[in-house]
């Protein structure tokens, strides 16, 4: 059936207009950051009169924003890594065997999503103080790791369920066992969900600052959201430099959804076509 030239015009049309309204903030970011702070204020909106890297080159100088960087990125890859890895062996436990207590095995990890972890700050705060973990990133994976495994066992159990059990008579029939069942032939089944909680989960990682602020008081192993705080003053702050920093910390989301956006698109829209 031919679709009909004008609705599709149409379709293109109204596609490209939320696409502008998504980008220009990023836009925008992006050429406030090559502005003055004055530039800023007298013309929020238009492009920079002259172009200037004078905010990187001072945020540079201001903060070890290096530092911050890698922080983040340690603290990310880890926890995703984690996420990926516990999600990935629960799901396909509660997925592909039958036992009379997977239900309840699966309501557990629920809870996770149903319960907010912020609520037992104090609890969280003493027990990593008392573990020694103050201070470490391995403070934050823990606690990032505990809140992205609820929802990857959501998504990748639903995911677990889909192929048909031949696969793995298949497999055991060729003398696999269970792990190369799952490693070599199931996960390659399962990239648009490992992506799809990939992405999710990276993003509440990097862009986190509520628990960097509780557990980091070091400078040096501070995460990028609670770095940039130090950027507002009492009575002003600079925008300009500012805006250059949240330039270059939204690349590594910026470059993560472009390589494993075809992914994520197809664990969004699995089973939305039959």
Do not use: C
């Not at 049309?13 to 004055?38: E, H, Q």
């Amino acid at each position: 059936m031919k679709t009909n030239p004008i609705l599709r015009a149409s379709h293109y049309i109204i596609a490209g207009v939320f696409a502008l309204i998504s980008l220009y903030p990023l836009v925008l970011m992006l050429l406030s950051s090559f502005k003055t702070n004055i530039d800023i204020f007298k013309n929020p909106m238009g492009p920079p009169k002259t172009w200037s890297a004078g905010s990187y080159r001072k945020l540079l100088d201001q903060l070890p924003y290096f530092d911050y960087f890698g922080n983040s990125l340690t603290v990310s890859i880890v926890s995703i890594a984690l996420i990926l890895l516990f999600g990935t062996f629960a799901s396909f436990y509660i997925a592909r065997y039958r036992f009379r207590w997977n239900p309840f095995l699966f309501f557990f990890f629920l809870l996770g999503m149903m319960i907010p972890i912020k609520l037992g700050i104090v609890p969280l705060f003493m027990l990593m103080k008392n573990l020694g973990l103050m201070n470490t990133g391995t403070s934050l994976i823990l606690v990032y790791t505990a809140i992205g495994i609820p929802m990857a066992v959501l998504i990748l159990t639903g995911f677990f369920r889909t192929p048909p059990k031949e696969l793995e008579e298949a497999g055991r029939i060729d003398g696999r066992s269970d792990l190369r069942i799952l490693l070599h032939i199931l996960v390659p089944l399962m990239r648009p969900a490992l992506g799809t909680v990939m992405i999710m989960n990276f993003i509440t990682v990097w862009n986190d600052f509520f628990f960097p602020l509780i557990f980091i008081q070091e400078e040096a192993k501070k995460t990028i959201p609670v770095g940039m705080l130090t950027l507002f003053s009492e009575y002003s702050a600079d925008w300009s430099v500012l805006f250059a920093g949240l330039t270059l910390s939204s690349l590594p989301m910026i470059v993560l959804f472009a390589v494993a956006s075809k992914q994520f698109m197809e664990g969004m829209t699995a089973g939305a076509v039959k």
